[in-house]
């Protein structure tokens, strides 16, 4: 028997995806006229003067991606997929791309844990000390996905 359990959805990862490049990219542009324009700076900064707008938009792209970056891996780091396949469990990655292959005997624990504000992730604990942890989504997704493999390890 072959079964997928899916943490989050493929729209949901493209619209978080466009919020968040949303955001950096309101950040770098907000980097960028700071820097290249000193009059739209506080008037206890307007002394330091302006930055060449080549430099301001370097400065800027590489403050924008980092945010960006740094957002995507807090939030798409772990599986956002389960596949049960007989005695093989396969946990299926976003970033990076990868699958991890468990036998169903190797589990010792399956938790939900607090990530941040309303966001959980579900833990996989195996017998072998290694911890598995899933995408952050809201709770009831968490606690679906926790109970069906827990069922799924009892069949």
């Not at 949303?22 to 700076?41: F, K, N, S």
């Not at 792209?61 to 939030?75: E, P, Q, W």
Request: aromatic share 10%; net charge positive.
């Amino acid at each position: 028997m072959n079964e997928n359990i899916y943490i989050g959805s493929a729209v949901g990862t493209l619209l978080a995806l466009v919020f968040f490049l949303a955001i950096a990219v309101a950040i770098g542009y907000v980097v960028y006229l700071l820097l290249a324009h000193p009059e739209t700076r506080r008037a206890e900064f307007l002394s330091l003067g302006a930055v060449s707008r080549i430099t301001a938009m370097l400065i800027a792209a590489v403050i924008g991606g980092m945010i960006f970056l740094v957002i995507c891996k807090a939030t798409f780091t772990g599986f956002n997929r389960i596949e049960a396949d007989g005695e093989i469990l396969r946990l299926h990655y976003l970033i990076p791309p990868h699958t991890a292959e468990l036998r169903r005997d190797q589990l010792s624990r399956l938790d939900k844990q607090f990530a941040y504000r309303v966001a959980w992730r579900l833990v996989i604990a195996t017998s072998d000390g290694k911890t598995y942890e899933s995408v952050v989504a809201g709770a009831p997704v968490i606690e679906f996905s926790r109970l069906r493999l827990a069922q799924l390890i009892i069949e």
